[in-house]
C-alpha cells in the first residue's frame, strides 16, 4: 500500500491538533513553546506533501523559509525564557505578566 498525500495530511493534523492542545492547556512556557515547534512542523509536512502532489518545488522552498522562521524564533524565544527564569526562577505562563516590575 504506497504512502499517499491523504496519510501526510492526516498526520500533519494530528500533529496540528496535538500543538494546539498543547498551547491552550499547558502552563509551562518551554511546553507551549515546543507545542508552536509541533504546529510549524505540521504545516512543513503539509507544504511538502502538496509540492510532491502536484510536481512542483515552490512548496518545498517554503518549507525551507518555514523552517529559517522557527529557528530564529526558537533563538529568539529561548533567549527571552533564560531571561524570565532569570529573574523570576520560574517558567510558569501565569506569571508572565509580572515581568514589567
Avoid: C, W
Avoid at 511546553?31 to 511538502?48: D, G, K, P, R, Y
Amino acid at each position: 500500500m504506497p504512502i499517499t498525500t491523504t496519510h501526510y495530511i492526516l498526520l500533519s493534523a494530528a500533529l496540528f491538533t496535538i500543538g494546539v492542545v498543547g498551547v491552550m492547556v499547558r502552563r509551562n512556557i518551554i511546553i507551549i513553546f515546543m507545542s508552536i515547534e509541533l504546529i510549524l512542523n505540521a504545516v512543513n509536512i503539509n507544504l511538502i506533501a502538496f509540492s510532491q502532489q502536484l510536481q512542483n518545488g515552490i512548496g518545498q522552498v517554503f518549507a525551507i523559509f518555514v523552517i529559517a522562521v522557527a529557528a530564529a524564533e526558537a533563538a529568539v524565544g529561548l533567549g527571552i525564557i533564560l531571561a524570565f527564569y532569570r529573574n523570576k526562577e520560574t517558567v510558569n505562563i501565569d506569571e508572565m505578566n509580572v515581568m514589567r516590575s
